[in-house]
């Protein structure tokens, strides 16, 4: 890959992006491009680091090589004023929802057209509702963030994601979680917001299937490489072990199911006394 | 011996980088105090939770706190025949000493390790990082009108301890032990110094709440995202609270009540 070249239509860029935790090293001297307008998916086994992608995507953390540019700016270059009024254009659902456990689901979900906007009550009451019906939680809204499920904390914070009608979303993990009928919803949620809102859209996802039917390209990242890439037919085709290993799940293969450890008979036997 | 200092010069170097963060954090929290100017219901909350929610803990112990010097001053003070100057005396411990010290430990107690908690989950939780890309200033939206409140109560709950605590006494001194009412008030009147006391207790009061919610609140962004992370971090503010603020009395006294 040409690391120079920044593809016209490309609204995030990751170049030579290399980055660390203590002295793992998460990201390799990747890049990465995601294209306007498109759904592009992250997949990867659990640890690979995609989450830390995307936070580094949005400016939460910062890299010790490489640049990341979002809409031309980059990212960790920008005084703080400006990676605010970068972030106001940019929804992220975290994996864990990340609802503000202080306030109801109407009030989470209202939090950022507060902050962000002098619209009435009466103007948020609708936006709010609209974006709760859209998610199909209209009728929790006066739950309080303790009150609801896993997967409806973080169907509440897609609607909070998007409330602000961004330009783009990162979706860390959107379908853990949600029963099949949800799951259905939120794929066409997803893919429906992407192509009425002109919406740029990356998904991070172990979930093989549902990310594979809605991507427009997809990245297999493992062990701070890109070890595929291409559309979702490219990478279902495509040869190489470890992305098969990947889209088939088996256990064993050049993916590692288990985290870097001494060998198994060292670790159970006490050091030398091996009978 | 080089594995002592070695682990000397280790942990001196972590708790001055600690300080560093600490004190970067207060500045930051300081500037943010001008945007909760013009949001007061965000003020309100917290003046609640900090400041409302200790009034009972804080009135209670006050009680007793004047009620036992009521029964510890007369005994010392009707070996001299000074019983009309129990007010004074149960005043003054209180003003200058008792009211500030003892309620700012209880607001460490409750309050501030309140805020520890809140503040720790909300980042083990990812509620902070949540709030950042959402463009909005978590230090801004979140701590420093905790700051604020903590600020504001502290003082409010210290006289609230002292006057409890006086009224403690006089109920034991005059309903239980007979000293004269009259005397126990007018005494106290006479003799308790404007500057002296009353402000000089005040500001130490106020010292107090500053460092107590600072210590709090920085622990609880500081604090390892993990349940066990905030667990610690509660017990450090606790800990460090209580340190800071007998310490800190230690000096204030010295400088306010050392020159007469
Ligand atoms: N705060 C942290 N401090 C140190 N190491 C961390 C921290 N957060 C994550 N890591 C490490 O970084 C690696 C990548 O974590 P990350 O959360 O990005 O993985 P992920 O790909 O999102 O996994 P999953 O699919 O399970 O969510 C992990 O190996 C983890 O051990
Ligand atoms: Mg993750």
Redesign the interface.
């Known amino acids: 890959m040409d690391n120079s070249v920044y593809p016209q239509n490309s609204l995030v860029s990751v170049r030579n992006l290399t980055f660390s935790r203590g002295d793992k090293k998460i990201f390799d001297d990747i890049s990465l491009d995601f294209e306007r307008g498109k759904i592009t998916a992250i997949m990867g086994p659990s640890g690979t680091g995609k989450t830390t992608l995307l936070k580094l995507i949005g400016g939460q953390l910062f890299p010790e090589q490489g640049a990341i540019t979002v809409d031309g700016e980059n990212v960790h270059q920008l005084p703080r004023s400006q990676l605010y009024n970068l972030r106001k254009r940019i929804g992220m659902l975290f994996q864990s929802g990340a609802l503000l456990t202080d306030m109801s689901v109407y009030d989470n979900v209202a939090f950022p057209l507060r902050e962000h906007t002098h619209l009435s009550e009466s103007m948020i009451h609708t936006l709010v509702l609209m974006r709760l019906q859209s998610v199909g939680l209209r009728g929790a809204r006066h739950l309080m963030p303790s009150q609801l499920s896993g997967g409806m904390a973080r169907r509440v914070a897609l609607a909070r994601a998007i409330v602000l009608d961004p330009m783009m979303i990162l979706y860390d993990e959107p379908f853990t979680g949600q029963d099949p009928i949800s799951m259905g919803v939120l794929v066409h949620l997803i893919k429906a917001l992407n192509n009425t809102l002109k919406l740029t859209s990356i998904i991070v996802s172990h979930d093989v299937h549902e990310t594979s039917a809605i991507a427009d390209y997809i990245y297999v990242i493992s062990d701070g490489k890109v070890v595929g890439q291409g559309s979702p037919k490219e990478i279902q085709n495509s040869a190489s072990p470890w992305i098969q290993q990947f889209m088939t799940g088996a256990a064993d293969g050049p993916v590692h199911f288990h985290y870097p450890a001494k060998a198994y008979i060292d670790d159970l036997l006490p050091s030398g006394k091996r009978y | 011996m080089i594995q002592f200092l070695q682990g000397l010069g280790k942990s001196t170097r972590t708790s001055f980088t600690k300080l560093g963060r600490a004190t970067f954090f207060l500045l930051r929290t300081l500037s943010g105090l001008f945007s909760v100017l013009p949001r007061p219901r965000l003020l309100l909350n917290q003046l609640y939770f900090v400041g409302v929610l200790s009034f009972l803990i804080i009135t209670i112990s006050g009680l007793f706190v004047g009620m036992v010097l009521g029964l510890q001053g007369y005994y010392i003070l009707s070996d001299f025949g000074a019983e009309a100057s129990l007010g004074l005396m149960v005043a003054s411990s209180l003003v200058r000493e008792l009211g500030p010290v003892v309620s700012a430990l209880l607001f460490a107690g409750r309050a501030g390790s309140a805020l520890t908690a809140e503040i720790g ?2 980042k083990a ?3 902070l ?9 978590p230090i801004k ?1 979140i701590i420093s009108p905790r700051f604020l409140a903590g600020l504001l109560s502290m003082p409010l709950l210290a006289a609230l301890f002292s006057a409890v605590g006086i009224i403690g006494g006089q109920l034991v001194g005059s309903g239980l032990l007979g000293v004269d009412e009259g005397a126990y008030w007018s005494q106290m009147q006479a003799k308790l110094d404007f500057q002296d006391d009353i402000i000089n207790g005040i500001i130490k009061s106020i010292v107090f709440g500053f460092v107590a919610t600072w210590i709090a609140l920085f622990e609880g962004y500081d604090a390892m995202p993990t349940s066990e992370g905030v667990s610690r971090a509660t017990t450090r503010t606790v800990v460090n609270s209580a340190f800071s603020i007998l310490g800190l009395d230690f000096i204030l006294t010295a400088l306010m009540f050392g020159d007469d």
């Open positions: 989950l909300m939780t990812e509620q990082s949540g709030i950042e890309m959402m463009a909005v200033d939206r």
